[in-house]
């Protein structure tokens, strides 16, 4: 499989009141095109930072990402405009404007490209079609389930026609349910357009439902990596020997009645 996104000896501090904050720490990274990739890691591991740096809304210190062979970090602010669009971020917190309909929260992202009337239109009715909006595009987000939220996120991520969508924790505002239809979602999205997605987590179980391969993010490095089903074997890290403890704990509860994934 090719390498599609590649990411070396990345760092990354920020300058804060009291004083410089090292967040990511020389992360070296490798995603496949087409594959589904999960990154786990504590809350402040730096994993939105990381991110952030891949679709360029964030600037690293050092360090290398390439997306598709482009070096992104090289790129000037019109320039990376433009590869972003080839990235696509969904959140979460879904980051909806309130006041506009859903049908304005998903063509947003080609409004401000100025595009044609007529192709918005038939985008929009497209996306929404494939997240299951469709009868929705006239309702605003505060009549919205939060699943439904997340499919309008997901629907604005991919108008723009991505080769890679960036999961940054779509699913843990959501519940178990909800979630399990989120992740059928992305892989749907992942089959049918074979769109690479980064799957950014706390969630073990939404790793092991949806990817093969996974890194683990602690302190600002990637600490494993490798296929899912190894690491939950056999973590070598802190992070994933916790992760991996609470799962199969949760598992093997009686009063669990097996949620399913
Ligand atoms: N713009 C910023 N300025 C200063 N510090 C920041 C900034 N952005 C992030 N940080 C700090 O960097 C660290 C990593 O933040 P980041 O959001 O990347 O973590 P995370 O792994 O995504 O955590 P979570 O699971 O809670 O989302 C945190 O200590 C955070 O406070
Ligand atoms: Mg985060």
């Known amino acids: 499989m090719e390498e599609y996104i590649k990411i070396q000896d990345l760092t990354k501090t920020f300058q804060t009141k009291n004083g410089s904050l090292p967040v990511l720490r020389g992360v070296d990274l490798s995603v496949n095109q087409g594959e589904i990739f999960?990154?786990?890691?504590?809350?402040?591991?730096?994993?939105?930072?990381?991110?952030?740096?891949?679709?360029?809304?964030?600037?690293?210190?050092?360090?290398?990402?390439?997306?598709?062979?482009?070096?992104?970090?090289?790129?000037?602010?019109?320039?990376?405009?433009?590869?972003?669009?080839?990235?696509?971020m969904?959140?979460?917190?879904?980051n909806l404007f309130e006041a506009k309909t859903v049908y304005e929260n998903i063509a947003y992202p080609l409004r401000i490209r100025h595009e044609k009337r007529a192709i918005i239109d038939e985008k929009v009715k497209e996306v929404a079609q494939l997240v299951g909006l469709s009868d929705k595009l006239s309702s605003y987000p505060g009549g919205l389930s939060g699943g439904q939220k997340?499919?309008?996120?997901?629907?604005?991520?991919?108008?723009?026609?991505?080769?890679?969508?960036?999961?940054?924790?779509?699913?843990?505002?959501?519940?178990?349910?909800?979630t399990l239809q989120i992740l059928d979602l992305l892989r749907d999205i992942n089959e049918k357009k074979g769109i690479t997605?980064?799957?950014?987590?706390?969630?073990?179980?939404?790793?092991?439902?949806?990817?093969?391969?996974?890194?683990?993010?602690?302190?600002?490095?990637?600490?494993?990596?490798?296929?899912?089903?190894?690491?939950?074997?056999?973590?070598?890290?802190?992070?994933?020997?916790?992760?991996?403890?609470?799962?199969?704990?949760?598992?093997?509860?009686?009063?669990?009645?097996?949620?399913?994934?």
């Open 38 to 88: 999960g990154i786990i890691g504590f809350s402040g591991a730096g994993k939105s930072t990381l991110a952030r740096c891949v679709n360029g809304l964030e600037k690293p210190d050092a360090g290398s990402i390439k997306v598709a062979g482009e070096e992104v970090t090289a790129l000037s602010k019109k320039q990376m405009r433009q590869e972003r669009r080839h990235i696509g």
């Open 90 to 94: 969904v959140f979460q917190n879904f």
């Open 150 to 178: 997340q499919r309008v996120g997901i629907a604005r991520a991919l108008i723009g026609e991505p080769d890679v969508l960036i999961s940054d924790e779509a699913t843990s505002a959501l519940d178990p349910q909800t």
């Open 197 to 261: 997605i980064l799957m950014i987590t706390h969630e073990l179980d939404a790793i092991k439902y949806s990817c093969d391969r996974m890194a683990v993010l602690e302190d600002g490095k990637i600490i494993e990596e490798g296929p899912v089903v190894d690491i939950f074997q056999n973590p070598h890290s802190r992070t994933g020997e916790l992760f991996t403890k609470v799962f199969f704990r949760f598992q093997n509860d009686e009063f669990q009645s097996g949620a399913g994934i």
